[in-house]
């Protein structure tokens, strides 16, 4: 790991809004931005969310609620607490926790996510892995095969997903990540013969991860009807 950039750091707190500032001051190293947020401000792209992690599954809830108050709703899925207002969605995972901030990296699949700021001993503290800025120069997608619990198939999306946004991503890095969703399939699976019977098995693990990814079928996903799942 490495020191994030100050300038940097101070760039994506300027962006951040004041109620998430103000959380993070106020608890220190129980909280922790991290992940594409960063990624996203650096690399001057527009965040899609931000991701904040915390020590234990119930601080998770503590903030989502201290931080929605009477003005936002909150909605509970198995991976965080996503408090929703006009703004960006502020996500506050609660299935991977950490006991020091540099764990929080630990839990990303790219070395272009693993990125963290907190705040603690009067002051901002960020830092990311050791090739994180040459791989976010490149937009180059390296695999990282987390050690997490996980959805098999997350990471491919993540890959389609960055893919439609211009990065690229190693062969090696790629066979990782297929490697990957191989460890959710069953391989002695009975009645699975044909490359069509793999082929909607391994579907079904990747829509596990999120039935909604890629709606229009723009990445020739075969069609799912609205009312699926």
Not at 95 to 104: E, G, I, L, T
Not at 176 to 194: C, F, H, N
């Amino acid at each position: 790991m490495i020191t994030l950039a100050r300038c940097d750091l101070k760039w994506c707190l300027n962006r951040l809004p004041k109620d998430v500032l103000a959380l993070m001051k106020e608890e220190g190293d129980k909280v922790v931005l991290a992940g594409g947020y960063i990624r996203a401000r650096i690399a001057g792209e527009k965040p899609s969310d931000i991701d904040m992690f915390t020590k234990t599954p119930e601080r998770a809830e503590l903030y989502a609620r201290r931080l929605a108050g009477d003005y936002k709703r909150i909605v509970e899925t198995d991976n965080a607490y996503s408090v929703i207002g006009k703004g960006l969605t502020v996500q506050f995972i609660k299935k991977w926790v950490y006991d020091r901030p540099c764990d929080v990296l630990g839990s990303f699949d790219f070395t272009i996510a693993r990125a963290c700021i907190w705040f603690a001993d009067k002051d901002w503290h960020g830092l990311c892995d050791d090739n994180y800025y040459i791989d976010l120069a490149a937009r180059r997608l390296v695999y990282c095969s987390p050690k997490r619990i996980e959805e098999v198939g997350g990471s491919m999306l993540r890959v389609l997903k960055f893919y439609q946004r211009g990065y690229r991503i190693p062969l090696d890095s790629l066979g990782g990540v297929i490697a990957r969703v191989m460890t959710g399939i069953d391989l002695e699976r009975p009645g699975a013969q044909s490359e069509d019977d793999w082929k909607l098995i391994i579907t079904g693990l990747l829509r596990e991860v999120d039935p909604a990814t890629d709606p229009m079928h723009i990445a020739h996903l075969p069609a799912q009807d609205a009312t699926d799942g």
